[in-house]
């Protein structure tokens, strides 16, 4: 298990301003790199960095929910921000029933209950492999 977080080709590795003020690091005998507002810079574990902070919900994202069934943490409806969450079997199990009850329920359509599942860092095929089998 790792940290999961939304795919975010964007944020994820050093914007070119970070970039540069760390390769004209290189050469000082004391480094001094403060965190960048613009990107991550590979840490998606820093909670407090501005561009995790700034990484909206996706596009197909769900909305609404079924009330008796309980959201994983950090990966309610409606969700705002998807920040990074260290996978648990607990966490990812918990994900997966909410997303195929609420599917099963009719608040979701497909799309939306394989959005949310991405966000956990479940694959769609590996998706549709669980959904077969429950």
């Given amino acids: 298990m790792g940290i999961c977080t939304k795919d975010e080709k964007q944020h994820l590795p050093p914007c070119e301003r970070f970039y540069r003020q760390m390769l004209n690091q290189l050469n000082r005998q004391t480094i001094k790199i403060k965190s960048c507002a613009n990107c991550c810079d590979w840490d998606v574990s820093s909670l407090n960095n501005c561009a995790i902070q700034k990484d909206k919900s996706p596009k197909n994202y769900p909305i609404s929910k079924v009330d008796d069934v309980v959201a994983p943490v ?60 429950i």
């Fill in 74 to 133: 950090g990966r309610d409806c409606p969700q705002n921000i998807i920040l990074p969450t260290m996978q648990t079997n607990n966490w990812m199990m918990t994900g997966m029933k909410f997303a195929f009850s609420n599917k099963k329920e009719g608040k979701w359509n497909k799309t939306e209950c394989w959005e949310h599942l991405a966000t956990m860092g479940i694959a769609e095929k590996i998706a549709d492999n669980i959904e077969s089998k």
